[in-house]
């Protein structure tokens, strides 16, 4: 990185000031195999982001000061808990600018999210000869209830390709979206190679088609501004453990009239209007997909964990990771034999999924446990997308705003020193 890229970000980022919010980073190792006073290196974000103070703080609050049942009880503490949750899907719906609170349900997180839409409108809308278009670099979770649903109702799911530099095959869209195409299911941005997704112009082709849009934007979105409506989305999946929020929840949108169209993903108590022996009616959206007990604790601290991210401004935090993201290909790209996977620094976000020449994934990710940097190893959940690039698994870094260049350093000397080991 240039000396003077380097002063731009510092002068707009004070990432130890940000580093000071998450104790979990600034927390040294006493014991155990790492040498005493180390520091961690945290570079799983995209599997799992860490928490901030005010986070941890607002589900200890709570706990210790509020907590029951949701939608239960007009006493002190239920009303409390009513209020919480609805100003925490108000700010879910603002963080993704979408018309109204009562277009966002609660759900486990991304995984049931896309399984609630596969459910709920898929079974309700497709039939033989219908078509479902996802990408090759999609995650497990929106590939698996796809296909299950597909087999379920006689519809085929198609597959757009990926192009030699790791991005969407737009020049093939025409021929896989067509007026058979009833749903396009894409990510926002690929958590194994990095690519962010030209998601508007998608959606607007597929409207064309009168075909409906839905974004899996698990990783998209604790990295970059969204807005439903000018995007042309009708439907986003997010999880809170990805944006710095508590593990245990996620949002689902919809636009309203569809919301309303849609069958229930589970019944039971909450998501009802009248139960009767015969038959039952159910509730409005977004009460209708919220079957049983919400994770109350973990809903209400999501929305503290959306105003600490737009405290910090989605612009500030792109212009940051896009410069860990530069340097971080800088030093990995001098290592020998290294591979990067994935299109260039431009057309991505901060993750780099790599591959060594003679050097297994596990290993590698072994050797820098060994030296107090966590990093991800496998298939990251994209077992199709592994194939195509002809590989089995790779080692993936992934960043977050609290990252350092340092850390980066860190990274790159420790394969450094894993490579001569296995070597």
């Given at each position: 990185?240039?000396?003077?890229?380097?002063?731009?970000?510092?002068?707009?980022?004070?990432?130890?000031?940000?580093?000071?919010?998450?104790?979990?980073?600034?927390?040294?190792?006493?014991?155990?195999?790492?040498?005493?006073?180390?520091?961690?290196?945290?570079?799983?974000?995209?599997?799992?982001?860490?928490?901030?103070?005010?986070?941890?703080?607002?589900?200890?609050?709570?706990e210790e000061n509020y907590y029951a049942?949701?939608?239960?009880?007009?006493?002190?503490?239920?009303?409390?808990?009513?209020?919480?949750?609805?100003?925490?899907?108000?700010?879910?719906?603002?963080?993704?600018?979408?018309?109204?609170?009562?277009?966002?349900?609660?759900?486990?997180?991304t995984t049931m999210s896309i399984n609630l839409l596969a459910r709920g409108w898929g079974g309700k809308f497709l039939g033989p000869g219908d078509e479902v278009l996802i990408s090759e670099m999609e995650h497990h979770a929106n590939i698996v209830p796809w296909q299950m649903i597909c087999a379920e109702r006689g519809a085929t799911l198609r597959w757009l390709p990926i192009t030699e530099d790791r991005r969407l095959d737009l020049n093939q869209l025409d021929e896989f979206l067509t007026r058979r195409t009833k749903m396009v299911s894409i990510t926002g941005m690929s958590n194994v190679l990095?690519?962010?997704?030209?998601?508007?112009?998608?959606?607007?082709?597929a409207h064309e088609v009168g075909a409906l849009m839905h974004v899996d934007a698990a990783q998209s979105v604790p990295h970059q501004a969204v807005s439903v409506i000018n995007d042309g989305i009708d439907f986003l999946s997010l999880s809170g453990h990805k944006l710095f929020g508590p593990s245990?929840?996620?949002?689902?949108?919809?636009?309203?009239?569809?919301?309303?169209?849609?069958?229930?993903?589970?019944g039971g108590g909450h998501m009802i209007s009248q139960?009767?022996?015969?038959?039952?009616?159910?509730?409005?959206?977004?009460?209708?997909f919220e079957a049983g007990t919400l994770p109350i604790v973990q809903a209400i601290a999501l929305g503290t964990a959306i105003d600490y991210v737009t405290s910090l401004g989605f612009d500030r935090i792109h212009a940051y990771e896009s410069q860990l993201l530069t340097y971080a290909h800088e030093g990995l790209g001098s290592i020998p034999g290294l591979t990067i996977h994935g299109p260039?620094?431009?057309h991505k976000g901060a993750i780099c999924?790599?591959?060594?020449?003679?050097?297994?994934?596990?290993?590698?990710?072994?050797?820098?446990?060994?030296?107090?940097?966590?990093?991800?190893?496998?298939?990251?959940?994209?077992?199709?997308?592994?194939?195509?690039?002809?590989?089995e698994n790779s080692v993936r870094a992934s960043f977050a705003f609290y990252n350092t260049r340092e850390e980066i350093d860190r990274l790159v000397n420790a394969i450094d020193f894993t490579v001569a080991k296995l070597r």
């Open positions: 990185m240039t000396e003077s890229s380097t002063a731009t970000a510092h002068s707009t980022w004070d990432v130890d000031e940000v580093r000071a919010n998450f104790p979990i980073l600034l927390r040294p190792f006493e014991s155990g195999k790492y040498r005493k006073g180390t520091l961690p290196v945290f570079l799983d974000s995209a599997a799992s982001a860490q928490k901030p103070r005010c986070v941890i703080d607002k589900e200890r609050e709570v049942n949701a939608y239960r009880g007009v006493y002190e503490f239920g009303a409390r808990v009513d209020e919480e949750l609805e100003a925490s899907r108000a700010k879910v719906a603002n963080l993704i600018g979408a018309a109204s609170s009562e277009e966002v349900a609660f759900t486990a997180g990095g690519t962010i997704n030209p998601i508007s112009e998608i959606a607007r082709r245990g929840v996620g949002a689902f949108y919809g636009r309203r009239e569809l919301l309303d169209d849609m069958n229930p993903f589970m139960v009767y022996k015969s038959h039952s009616t159910y509730s409005d959206p977004p009460a209708k260039s620094i431009e999924a790599f591959t060594i020449e003679g050097a297994s994934s596990y290993d590698l990710a072994e050797w820098l446990n060994s030296k107090g940097v966590f990093v991800r190893h496998g298939h990251h959940c994209t077992m199709p997308l592994h194939q195509i690039l002809k590989i």
